[in-house]
């Protein structure tokens, strides 16, 4: 045997555990729910093929699912646009020379080191509707609380509120002041010499130079963002635990799949419904990366 | 270091005028890093100083910021009230087993992708970034159907067994950055003196690796540690419950004749969010590195 071969060999004995684990836990599951979707299949009897019945439903009859859908977008776009300007901000403050700097990074960090369902445990009680502080607070001020979580007009925003109290201050902005300190200063001088006001100076040289970084975490954020599910179990959850309400307020994409495959048994539907939402992300991230080729700029001119 | 925020100065603007503006300038910054500041850790604090609190002064108008006294008897109540102890146990095992696995297996799949010719190589790689925007979610149903045929709900494997199986992309994905930055000079070297592959990443590798492992460990102690969908649908029983599901449960079937219920909720949460913060302040250098590999920025 070559060399080559051996090192060819040894290469595939050594990836084997991530082919194994592609193939049982992650390919081999997205196959089968893709077949599993054209099935009616309740854990009881055997699946039942019944064609396209499963998306024809969903698409047209399923009251839950367009509101899902509208809902999580919603959620995704409100926390993508706040969420990554809010970071950038913090991390523009935070590459100031402020003294103390690293104790303000680590203020701002700790709440995305919170799990999720702390989190909501903690904001439940701060947006409680009569006796929480929030609302305290603004009756000093002069303003009625909502009843934030409790009032459909109002669950999704508490939810983002919470959402964004979590994301801000985490990995976005740690990418973020990292993709900052590595802006050259000579650019900011040159800018400066040519008369560039802060803004000029941000949008010209700021924003391009970091512009990878923001397709980073504009991917990363919209995918986690619509993957949005456990707040609508804590916070909106209802008496006994139904997640996504009040009526139906926060009824998010996950919470309809959860619903349809583990409280109605509903494999095959629930299936038809994973296989839509996989093929929505994979569009998403694909879209993303294809118009970033006209705003992301690379100093070296490659990808 | 950037200096966006910096402000400009004009020549209309006399020495002492810009002075004067630049320190309002900066005290402007600090201001709004206290208030973020405050907006962050306040609702943290808030709890932590919740969850001290007795039964009438926790519905107290207007509210207190700190507890009358200390109530340690609170969490030592939390205790008897659900099986908390039971819960952090088995947060635990899963984390530590879930770590140990991707730790192992990703290592030698990133070792194998950065140091191995073999043919397929790069679209084997292009698959397993394409996996990192997969949504794990988007598979629940067939996976879940999976441990079912297998028998192994209500267990622990569904959430450990997977990692030894190099299913965390992101690891795989990092640490073959990492081996990427070692030169090889010293692969080559112990290869010449006779040195098999596993012995080569055990001995000369694996100790310049250190940083990027560090990483992989606390994301995926994280990881695991936060996991709220995958123990809720693959662990029935209240025995086998983590901390995350433990808490959700907590919630929705205490009631308040229990005592203080907001107090022994806050005390929950702090309960659960303690480690991974405590991790953080104790590795803080490897979170960050990790988080700045991963953008593929080099700060």
Known sequence: MTQRRRRALTGYALISPWIIGMVVFIAGPIIASAILSFHEYNLLSAPRFIGLDNFVYILTRDPLFWRSVGLTFTFAIIVVILGLSGSLLCALLLTTNLRGSTFFRTALFIPSLTPIVAAGVIWRWLMAPRIGPINWMLDLVGIQGPAWFREPNWALISLVIVQLWITIGGGNMIVFIAGLNAVPTELYDAAKVDGANLLRRFRAVTLPMISPSLLFTLVTTTISALQVFTLAFIVTGEARGTPGGPAYATWFYLVHIYQTGFTNLEMGMASALSWLFFLVVVVIAIVQFMVSRRWVYYESGEA | MAQAVVPLRRASVSEGEFKRSHQLFRLGLYSAAIVLSLLFLGPFIWAALSSFK????????????????????????????????????????????AAIGTLLSCTVVAYGFARFGFPGRRILFYIVIATLILPPEATLVTRFLLFRELGWLNTFLPLIVPHYFAVNAFAIFLLRQFFMGIPRDLDEAAMIDGAGAL?????????????????????????????????????????????????????????????????????????????????????????????????????
């Open chain 2, 54 to 97: 007795s039964d009438p002064e926790i519905y107290r108008v207007p509210p207190s910021l700190f507890p009358d006294s200390l109530r340690w008897s609170n969490y030592v109540l939390l205790f008897e009230l659900e099986p908390f102890a039971r819960f952090y146990l088995n947060s635990v095992l899963i984390t530590l087993g």
């Open chain 2, 199 to 299: 012995q080569i990443l055990w001995r000369v590798l694996l100790p310049q690796l250190r940083p990027a492992l560090s990483a992989v460990a606390i994301f995926s102690f994280l990881a695991s540690w936060n996991d709220f969908i995958h123990p809720l649908i693959f662990l029935t029983s209240k025995e086998n419950y983590t901390l995350a599901v433990g808490l959700r449960f907590f919630l929705f079937s205490s009631d308040r004749a229990q005592g203080p219920l907001e107090a022994y909720l806050m005390g929950a949460a702090m309960l659960i969010s303690l480690p991974p913060i405590v991790l953080f302040i104790l590795a803080q250098r490897y979170f960050i590195q990790g988080i700045m590999l991963s953008s593929g920025s080099k700060g």
